[in-house]
């Protein structure tokens, strides 16, 4: 079933093709270690900035310039022509893009980066009717959930398990955000979110459905039967409290007030379990130890940190609405969403260019007021928005003596979590069971689970979708946490060998922990990506999967907002409220969105209150 979506991302004619047609020798890449080496080929051939052409064999740059061309699809064969054109007749000079957004303009936002966050804040605002400009410094939409395709597959740059694309309530932030530009994606409901294979033996599946869920837990732990209710339906009362709420900005007072006078339960809920982590509500139930140890791993699976460190309020959201919306999985492929939300915002008059890389943010008067791309071009704005991580916000985007106090106590109290060796793989079908789940984790030793490829999170969207994949063929994509120092350093030809040695030792513990056996045998294609392919092509400092607590935090209080010290500047994301996972970001697109439009007058507020409230809201937070 092809949706506008997986048509474009299967046009011959797409970047993704046009990488995947390349040879072999240049797959392996300029920068050793590139996931998706010919986009680094074409990078470097200057499309943005052709000064290194001349280095280039001429058939290399032609190739690169047809690439170019064909990767336009939304832009007429004329404009198409004109880029190539310059692309060949004035290689010396940077190209400038002749569908550029002009520079002269004053936007109501500026946004910097296309992730999840990124594109949400910008749907919205241009949903609002808000100028809108989308500067991304890679080829297509998403970051982190974007997609990539080799030889027939398409796959997903990072997770495949998508929450938030339910029909009913509140939470379903994914189908709010589509619907806000006018879009709505097919997707297919997963039955189970994970099936955990864990030491000892310890196998357990997460139904959809919660109490079947509940009976398989049980029937491991009988003894804590009780233990697991309490925990569960605490999780369900900060659920069913979220999930009743109009979802928007928590810095906005008259939002807020009329939230707490429509649903004063809910907000009080909510409000009491702001400062509390999961590990505390876990241990006042249960007394188990491997039980407490499943709900670590209940957690780490989508914050990278145990229960202790993870607030409980994240843990109401993803523990319940994977029986609620639960987990689905986008037709086409999860880069789907962002392609969709891109083509969204165009309609709506929104303006979104590629190959924009933002290398400075522009402060006036003590206000953000644009930004310089790395080809010199300046766009101003009466809002700055950054999808950057803080990392790459405060340290490299702003000049590093405009860092706001706020962002070092950020940093004392957050630190950057590890980054992710990802396998991806084209696998013979015969060699995997049918009705195998779609995700698994894998971890053979309870004390592994927080360090360097302890623990295997397994994704294989072909169970649900075929569509993704070449026929009789699975993609399977294992990754697991590491850090980037051990990536560092290395020459290229021993960088090469030792992804492919620690992929073959992750692909042997896949075979015996997940009985897929043969796994090695039936891989027909496989890529590697390490921290720097994450760092180079998602753009993230380190290649960092996000922010984690360096300490106990108090639940969620600590976690900045969308607004910063510097006023104008606006941070979106995972390194905001309430933190990593899709959902969490659209969250916090959604919340930047309503705080910005505020701001711009095109959200009414109460100005008087505003000030103070906000004013109240950051020493107490301060203080945490
Ligand atoms: N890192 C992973 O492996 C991984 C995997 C799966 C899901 N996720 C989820 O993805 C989400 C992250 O979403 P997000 O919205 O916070 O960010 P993101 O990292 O996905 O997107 C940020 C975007 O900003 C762009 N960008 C960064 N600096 C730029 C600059 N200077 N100029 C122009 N563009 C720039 C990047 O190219 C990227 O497209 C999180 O929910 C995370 O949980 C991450
Ligand atoms: C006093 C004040 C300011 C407020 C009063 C009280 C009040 C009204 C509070 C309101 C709070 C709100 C609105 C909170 C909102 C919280 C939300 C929306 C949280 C959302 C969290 C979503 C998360 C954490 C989603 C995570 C999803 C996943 C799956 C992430 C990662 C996935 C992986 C790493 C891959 C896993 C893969 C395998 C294979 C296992």
């Given at each position: 079933m092809a949706t506008s979506w997986t048509r474009l991302a299967k046009d011959p004619f797409s970047v993704a093709t046009f990488s995947s047609r390349r040879s072999t020798k240049s797959q392996r890449s300029?920068?050793?270690?590139?996931?998706?080496p010919c986009l680094s080929d074409w990078t470097q051939a200057g499309?943005?900035?052709?000064?290194?052409?001349?280095?280039?064999?001429l058939n290399t740059f032609l190739t690169n310039a047809i690439g170019l061309r064909q990767k336009l699809?939304?832009?007429?064969s004329k404009r198409r022509n004109d880029v190539a054109r310059m692309a060949v007749a004035a290689p010396s000079k940077p190209v400038q893009?002749?569908?550029?957004?002009?520079?002269?303009v004053l936007y109501d936002a500026v946004i910097i980066g296309s992730g999840m966050g990124g594109l949400v804040t910008a749907t919205q605002l241009a949903a609002k009717g808000a100028k809108v400009l989308l500067l991304e410094k890679?080829?297509?939409?998403?970051?982190?959930a974007a997609y990539f395709e080799r030889e027939g597959y398409t796959f997903d740059?990072?997770?495949?398990?998508?929450?938030?694309?339910?029909?009913?309530?509140?939470?379903?932030l994914l189908t709010r955000a589509l619907a806000a530009v006018g879009k709505k994606m097919e997707t297919i409901p997963d039955p189970a979110m994970v099936h955990y294979h864990l030491p000892d033996g310890l196998s357990v599946r997460v139904h959809r459905d919660y109490e079947e869920f509940i009976a398989e837990l049980t029937s491991k732990f009988p003894h804590e039967k009780e233990g697991i209710r309490k925990f569960y339906d605490d999780c369900w009362k900060i659920f069913n409290a979220l999930n009743s709420l109009d979802l928007?900005?928590?810095?906005e007072p008259r939002y807020l007030l009329g939230e707490f006078v429509k649903q004063p339960l809910a907000c009080l809920t909510l409000a009491y379990f702001l400062?509390?982590?999961t590990g505390d509500v876990a241990r006042k139930y249960i007394k188990d130890e491997t039980l407490l140890r499943f709900i670590d791993i209940e957690d780490y699976?989508?914050?990278?940190?145990?229960a202790s460190l993870t607030p409980m309020i994240n843990s109401g959201m993803v523990l319940c609405d994977r029986h609620y919306g639960g987990v689905r999985y986008p037709i086409g492929g999860v880069g789907g969403i962002a392609q969709t939300l891109a083509d969204g915002l165009e309609e709506l008059g929104g303006k979104i260019a590629y190959k924009?890389?933002?290398?400075r943010i522009l402060v006036e008067n003590g206000q953000a007021s644009g930004v310089r791309l790395t080809d010199g071009r300046e766009y101003k704005g009466k809002t700055i928005i950054s999808n950057a991580t803080r990392w790459d916000t405060f340290e490299?985007?702003?000049?590093?003596?405009?860092?706001?106090d706020a962002e070092k106590k950020f940093q004392t109290r957050y630190r950057k979590s590890p980054s992710f060796l990802s396998i991806h793989m084209g696998v013979r079908?015969?060699?995997?069971?049918?009705?195998?789940?779609?995700h698994h984790m894998v971890l053979?030793?309870?004390?592994?689970?927080?360090?360097?490829?302890g623990t295997i999170f397994v994704s294989m969207p072909t169970m649900l979708d075929?569509?993704?994949?070449?026929?009789?063929r699975h993609i399977v994509h294992a990754f697991t946490p590491c850090w980037i120092e051990e990536w560092e350093g290395l020459s290229p030809a021993d960088y090469r060998q030792k992804k492919e040695q620690v992929a073959d030792e992750i692909v042997d513990r896949l075979e015996k922990g997940l009985g897929f056996k043969g796994l090695r045998q039936a891989t027909v294609f496989r890529e590697v990506g390490t921290p720097r392919t994450h760092r180079k092509f998602l753009a993230r400092e380190d290649g960092t999967y996000g922010p984690v607590p360096?300490?106990?935090?108090l639940g969620l209080l600590g976690m900045p907002f969308?607004?910063?010290?510097?006023?104008g500047l606006y941070c979106v994301g995972d390194?905001?409220?309430?933190?990593?996972?899709v959902n969490a970001v659209a969250f916090s697109g959604m919340a930047c969105a309503h705080r910005v439009a505020a701001d711009i007058g095109l959200e009414k507020t109460i100005p008087v209150l505003d000030g103070a409230f906000n004013k109240l809201l950051s020493t107490v937070r301060d203080r945490v």
């Amino acid at each position: 079933m092809a949706t506008s979506w997986t048509r474009l991302a299967k046009d011959p004619f797409s970047v993704a093709t046009f990488s995947s047609r390349r040879s072999t020798k240049s797959q392996r890449s300029v920068e050793a270690g590139c996931a998706k080496p010919c986009l680094s080929d074409w990078t470097q051939a200057g499309v943005s900035n052709v000064t290194g052409v001349k280095l280039l064999p001429l058939n290399t740059f032609l190739t690169n310039a047809i690439g170019l061309r064909q990767k336009l699809p939304k832009q007429s064969s004329k404009r198409r022509n004109d880029v190539a054109r310059m692309a060949v007749a004035a290689p010396s000079k940077p190209v400038q893009d002749v569908d550029a957004p002009e520079e002269n303009v004053l936007y109501d936002a500026v946004i910097i980066g296309s992730g999840m966050g990124g594109l949400v804040t910008a749907t919205q605002l241009a949903a609002k009717g808000a100028k809108v400009l989308l500067l991304e410094k890679y080829i297509v939409p998403g970051g982190s959930a974007a997609y990539f395709e080799r030889e027939g597959y398409t796959f997903d740059v990072g997770s495949s398990m998508m929450f938030g694309f339910g029909d009913q309530g509140t939470t379903n932030l994914l189908t709010r955000a589509l619907a806000a530009v006018g879009k709505k994606m097919e997707t297919i409901p997963d039955p189970a979110m994970v099936h955990y294979h864990l030491p000892d033996g310890l196998s357990v599946r997460v139904h959809r459905d919660y109490e079947e869920f509940i009976a398989e837990l049980t029937s491991k732990f009988p003894h804590e039967k009780e233990g697991i209710r309490k925990f569960y339906d605490d999780c369900w009362k900060i659920f069913n409290a979220l999930n009743s709420l109009d979802l928007k900005s928590l810095e906005e007072p008259r939002y807020l007030l009329g939230e707490f006078v429509k649903q004063p339960l809910a907000c009080l809920t909510l409000a009491y379990f702001l400062p509390v982590n999961t590990g505390d509500v876990a241990r006042k139930y249960i007394k188990d130890e491997t039980l407490l140890r499943f709900i670590d791993i209940e957690d780490y699976a989508w914050s990278t940190v145990p229960a202790s460190l993870t607030p409980m309020i994240n843990s109401g959201m993803v523990l319940c609405d994977r029986h609620y919306g639960g987990v689905r999985y986008p037709i086409g492929g999860v880069g789907g969403i962002a392609q969709t939300l891109a083509d969204g915002l165009e309609e709506l008059g929104g303006k979104i260019a590629y190959k924009a890389n933002v290398k400075r943010i522009l402060v006036e008067n003590g206000q953000a007021s644009g930004v310089r791309l790395t080809d010199g071009r300046e766009y101003k704005g009466k809002t700055i928005i950054s999808n950057a991580t803080r990392w790459d916000t405060f340290e490299k985007l702003l000049e590093p003596e405009n860092m706001p106090d706020a962002e070092k106590k950020f940093q004392t109290r957050y630190r950057k979590s590890p980054s992710f060796l990802s396998i991806h793989m084209g696998v013979r079908a015969d060699a995997l069971p049918d009705d195998s789940d779609v995700h698994h984790m894998v971890l053979e030793d309870w004390s592994k689970m927080e360090e360097s490829y302890g623990t295997i999170f397994v994704s294989m969207p072909t169970m649900l979708d075929k569509s993704v994949a070449p026929k009789d063929r699975h993609i399977v994509h294992a990754f697991t946490p590491c850090w980037i120092e051990e990536w560092e350093g290395l020459s290229p030809a021993d960088y090469r060998q030792k992804k492919e040695q620690v992929a073959d030792e992750i692909v042997d513990r896949l075979e015996k922990g997940l009985g897929f056996k043969g796994l090695r045998q039936a891989t027909v294609f496989r890529e590697v990506g390490t921290p720097r392919t994450h760092r180079k092509f998602l753009a993230r400092e380190d290649g960092t999967y996000g922010p984690v607590p360096s300490r106990r935090p108090l639940g969620l209080l600590g976690m900045p907002f969308n607004t910063t010290a510097l006023k104008g500047l606006y941070c979106v994301g995972d390194s905001c409220f309430p933190g990593q996972g899709v959902n969490a970001v659209a969250f916090s697109g959604m919340a930047c969105a309503h705080r910005v439009a505020a701001d711009i007058g095109l959200e009414k507020t109460i100005p008087v209150l505003d000030g103070a409230f906000n004013k109240l809201l950051s020493t107490v937070r301060d203080r945490v």
